[in-house]
């Protein structure tokens, strides 16, 4: 079984408070290097690797370079007033069209549950952040997160055991995730709204794409589709607030465990993982 000692994890999002005060400890900055900025900000600023870099790995070229440099800016960096948010939440939505459109035309025998959970795996926070770590787009971001680096080498870590997805089973940033959606949706916005470009951009970015051959259930679900099929009966005990963790039990016996404090979903893909692991003893003794 997987051990119970908890795991520790840096928080993802540190509070609103805290990243305020860093920004006025800092001084609100001007990202431009322009008057009323400070000599800290302009040194970090030349100290950066070149937006030209960005666009090379990208394969393509901004008539708005501004665009990408909002794009690539976390709002601890600047405030509200100048950062990746918006082009985010433009990003997410193009990319979630795209593959709906791609799925729908490369499977036209696929139901529409298997394409959703097919283009869901493609879009989700953990394969977007391995898209920013296979690029390196982290190394361009402007943010004051402080546990950032701490996070992003935790995760190259975990990924190392999933060669293509974790299912749940893996702590993704979702900076990461989100500048990759801000660049699609700065993309989209400079090529004056073409999907073809941002298309030819994000399957490149996202490469290798997840098939239906490559594509793999939830532990959950997993677990739960197994035991339907072997008549057994499925609990989980909910212990996270408690200690961080779910017990899974099947006809009464406990055959999984999952500890994972900072987030409850992945305690619970992980309890079920555990007993997928051990299931094969409790199907041997029937």
Known sequence: MESSKEEESLPDHEEEGEEEALIVE???LDIHGKEGG???ESNRIESQPSLDDVEEILQYKFNDKRLLEEALTHHTFTGKTFCYERLEYIGDSVLNLLFAKELYFMYPEMEPGSLTRLRAANVDTEKLARAAIKLGLHQYMHHRKPFFQDQIQEFKRQILDFPLHS???VDAPKSL???VESTIGAVFVDSNWSMDTVWKVSKSMLEPIISPTTLKLHPVTELYELCQK???MLSFKDLWSESSSFFV???GQLVGRGTYKPKKDIALNRAAKDAL???SRLLCDK
């Open 249 to 251: 039990f099947i006809d």
């Open 230 to 232: 072997k008549s057994l």
């Open 277 to 279: 692991e051990n299931i």
């Open 26 to 28: 800092l001084g609100e």
């Open 167 to 169: 299912c749940g089973l």
């Open 38 to 40: 400070s000599k800290l």
């Open 177 to 179: 995730a989100d500048i």
